[in-house]
Every structure is written in structure tokens, then in C-alpha cells.
């Protein structure tokens, strides 16, 4: 559970779990004007195909995506693959932490064993099961996507030292340093990655997220250099907690963080590079258009597809103003 303390101008003392509060207090500014926002398929489109693979990159690439996010465990031989629960049983016919697995015994596995689709009558079918998608190593997902498609690896594993070590030989191999940036929720990567001076980083994710819930909650801007790479989700259930000298107070919110004012505050030093998480309709993806958000993260890249097309016939943003 993550958790952030903050005072507001009064003294109040306010804890933000799991989530994320409206923005208010800061001037607020224009970025450049609605943009259509990249799309970056979540696991290459985990709503698609089954999530990680390279069935699924292939099905983001044909469906438009701009840049693929893949989420990179180590196998116990120390070779990077893809893949995002904690235990194989989540989406596969095996057991077991993807670490008590060599790469050759993980890229047997069917990756797509527990992905389901329903059909029009109703009846819902596994239809890689007699189709199977293995788990990938990184090395070939990078082959399989063209050089000028950005990626974005998400560090699951911990601790972060073995696992930068092995992504970083993998992009040194194949000079893809250049084409990947690296992100995580777990602020370790950040140390883990310090010495490797190609690496490109997202900030913290305690760092946005501070940022963002500063913003919110006292009107401050910290404002961050120029150029940082950030991403939050757009939208974010939470609770906050009011302590008081007898006790404490809770109250959930569903709220989101991206503002405009939350916006201008990141472009305070020069524009910062936005990814909302979590865009999953054509209402949030036209939003986060009118925001100003340079790119958006999507389970269906088959959806998103249809939702740029519309929007780019119609992009309306007065209704926001």
C-alpha cells in the first residue's frame, strides 16, 4: 500500500493512500492545445491477447501503437523475460515465482493459457490453449519490434540490482538504449540504473506522485526539470485519512490528478514528457487530449485505434474550458 503525507496551509495533517485527489490552488496554463495522445499498449495490449507476448506485440503493432510497454521480470538463470504477475498459476498451466524457472524452461510456458474471450452467444473460450503463446525473453521482443517504435520496460522484480544489471546487458547487446526507457513503482531501479549512463528513467513514482498531490492539496508546485519523464494513473481510488489529537477521520475518493494546473506545474522548467495510465474509453482518451497529455496507456490498442480516428474528426474541447 503505498502512502504519502502532506500539510495543507492550515496544518492539517493528511495521509493519501492509493490514489489521487483533484487539483486546485495552482494558476493554471494551456500546454501547447489538444493533442491526440500517443497510444502505448499496456503489456502490449493486455485486453487484446495475452498479455507480454509476442502475439500481443504483434497485434499492437498492427493495431497502431506508438510505443509498446512490456513488463520485465529475470528467469533464475538471470535472462530478462516478460511477464507481470507474481506467480506463473496467474495466467499460465504452471506454478511458481518466474525466478524458480530458467529461460528455457520459461519460454515453453503458455502464456496464454488463462486468456479468455466470450463469444457472441455468451460462451466464453480460452482460445491459446490449443494455440500456445510462450512467455518471451526481452532480447526477443526487442527483435520483433521495429527500431524506431519506443519501448517502455517496466521493472517488476526485486531486488533491482540483479535485474538492472540483466536488462542492461540485453539493451547494450542489441544498442537499444536509445529506443527504451525504463520505469517502475519501486524508487530502487532509480540507484539501480545510476551507473549506466545510457539509461533513460522515468522519475520516481513517489516523485510524481508528490508532485501531482502537492499540487492538489496545498496549490505548491515543485516544479521538476526539463524534460522528465512521468506517469500516474489517470484515474485512482483512494482514502484519505485526517488524524486528529483523538483519533482520525477516513473518507474514500475516486479522483484523478491530471489537471491543467497539475500540467503547468510539470511544464514549469521547460515540457515534461505525461503519461496518463490507465485511459480505457473515448471520453478519458478525448480528456486527456484536451489536457495536453503527450501519451496514454491502453489495454485495448484495437480500441484506441478507433478512439484517435474519431477524435481526430472531431476534437472538441470546449466543453472542457
Request: charged share 20%; aromatic share 6%.
Amino acid at each position: 500500500m503505498e502512502n504519502t503525507m502532506h500539510r495543507l496551509a492550515a496544518g492539517l495533517c493528511v495521509m493519501v493512500m492509493t490514489g489521487a485527489l483533484a487539483g486546485c490552488g495552482v494558476a493554471e496554463a494551456d500546454r501547447a492545445g489538444p493533442r491526440l495522445p500517443a497510444i502505448v499498449a499496456h503489456r502490449a495490449g493486455t485486453a487484446d491477447y495475452p498479455e507480454n507476448t509476442l502475439r500481443a506485440i504483434d497485434g499492437a503493432l498492427h493495431n497502431g501503437a506508438d510505443r509498446i510497454w512490456l513488463t520485465v521480470q529475470i528467469s533464475a538463470d538471470g535472462v530478462p523475460v516478460l511477464y507481470r504477475p507474481n506467480d506463473l498459476s496467474a495466467l499460465t498451466p504452471e506454478r511458481g515465482p518466474v525466478s524458480s524457472r530458467t529461460a528455457a524452461e520459461l519460454t515453453q510456458i503458455n502464456a496464454g493459457w488463462n486468456f479468455s474471450t466470450r463469444l457472441p452467444n455468451g460462451e466464453v473460450v480460452y482460445p491459446y490453449r490449443a494455440n500456445p503463446t510462450p512467455i518471451p525473453t526481452l532480447d526477443a521482443a526487442l527483435a520483433a519490434i521495429p527500431a524506431d517504435v519506443p519501448v517502455i520496460l517496466d521493472m517488476k522484480a526485486l531486488p533491482a540490482e540483479p535485474q538492472a544489471r540483466a536488462v542492461a546487458n540485453v539493451l547494450t547487446a542489441r544498442g537499444a538504449w536509445s529506443r527504451v526507457l525504463i520505469y517502475s513503482t519501486d524508487a530502487s531501479y532509480q540507484k539501480a540504473f545510476a551507473g549506466y549512463r545510457l539509461a533513460r528513467m522515468f522519475e520516481s513514482r513517489d516523485a510524481t506522485r508528490g508532485r501531482l498531490l502537492d499540487v492538489a492539496l496545498s496549490g505548491r508546485c515543485d516544479a521538476p526539470d526539463n524534460g522528465v519523464w512521468t506517469a500516474f494513473e489517470w484515474q485512482r481510488d483512494m482514502q484519505v485519512i485526517e488524524t486528529f489529537t483523538l483519533g482520525e477521520g477516513r473518507s474514500p475518493v475516486r479522483a484523478k490528478l491530471w489537471t491543467r494546473a497539475a500540467l503547468a506545474c510539470l511544464d514549469t522548467n521547460g515540457p515534461a514528457h505525461t503519461i496518463a495510465i490507465g485511459i480505457n474509453s473515448l471520453d478519458a482518451y478525448r480528456e486527456a487530449g484536451c489536457l495536453g497529455i503527450e501519451a496514454v496507456l491502453v489495454d485495448s490498442p484495437k480500441n484506441a485505434r478507433e478512439w484517435r480516428a474519431q477524435t481526430a474528426q472531431r476534437f472538441d474541447c470546449s466543453a472542457m474550458r
